[in-house]
Nanobody, 118 residues
């Protein structure tokens, strides 16, 4: 059974940092490109960042470029999102996800809440 479990969210003041983690199981993590997406309160899904299977190529939305860093440790099936200089507009539920090659469906976890507020 495929499982993605996100953690690391919380309440942080503007300008602060958080590191999100996502642990995967039930699929071949080290061959799978991964992504982070988010959903702010009352808004639609927003793509945040991608990383290739080897961790060598990364991509970011303009809204987070220069502040967020995506990375992965394939030895422990874990994806990360280091978030620095957080802003109130970063408040959202953050989900890790990947596209299952079998049917191109989007597989994602339960999400972790990030609140940026003073």
């Amino acid at each position: 059974q495929v499982v993605l479990v996100e953690s690391g969210g919380g309440l942080v003041q503007p300008g602060g940092s958080l590191r999100l983690s996502c642990t995967g199981a039930g699929f071949t993590f080290f061959t799978t490109a991964m992504s982070w997406i988010r959903q702010a309160p009352g808004k639609g899904l927003e793509w945040v960042s991608d990383i290739d299977s080897g961790g060598t190529r990364t991509y970011y939305a303009d809204s987070v470029k220069g502040r967020f860093t995506i990375s992965r440790d394939n030895a422990i099936n874990t994806l990360y999102l280091q978030m620095n200089n957080l802003k109130p507009e970063d408040t959202a539920i953050y989900y890790c996800n990947y596209i299952r090659p079998l049917d191109f469906s989007l597989i994602w976890g339960q999400g972790t809440h990030v609140t940026v507020s003073s």
